[in-house]
Nanobody
């Protein structure tokens, strides 16, 4: 399967905004199935943590408490592009950011608190640095 390709990272001052993009062509499963797309971030030496996810069947998103109200996840109509709009960035948002897809599921609540062991494959990620 092809791996997702993240883009849009970079450096920004605290309070600023960035928009991450994820290009993912679903190869492993039927294009008619529904699933979750998740954004994760990873600090050096730490495990990837899920921060936002979206159900491809529509109408359902989830956010971690650390980003709720500041970040917005969305997809285009083709479901091949997933975005993460990041506003009011803080220095603690500095990390490597990854996107990945889950296995097929008809249940939107499976997108809650995404666990990186249930998502994949993984791309190289994109670095975000927020200066104080």
């Amino acid at each position: 399967a092809q791996v997702p390709v993240e883009s849009g990272g970079g450096s920004v001052e605290a309070g600023g905004s960035l928009r991450l993009s994820c290009a993912a062509t679903r190869m492993a499963y039927s294009t008619h199935s529904t699933y979750c797309m998740g954004w994760f971030r990873q600090y050096p030496g730490k495990q990837r943590e899920g921060i936002a996810s979206i159900f491809t069947g529509g109408g359902y998103t989830w956010y971690s408490d650390s980003v709720k109200g500041r970040f917005t996840i969305s997809q285009d109509n083709t479901k091949t592009m997933t975005y993460l709009e990041m506003n009011r960035l803080k220095p603690e948002d500095s990390a490597m950011y990854f996107c990945a897809e889950s296995r097929p599921t008809p249940h939107p609540d499976r997108c809650d608190r995404p666990d990186d062991s249930a998502f994949g494959p993984w791309g190289q990620g994109i670095k975000v640095t927020v200066f104080p």
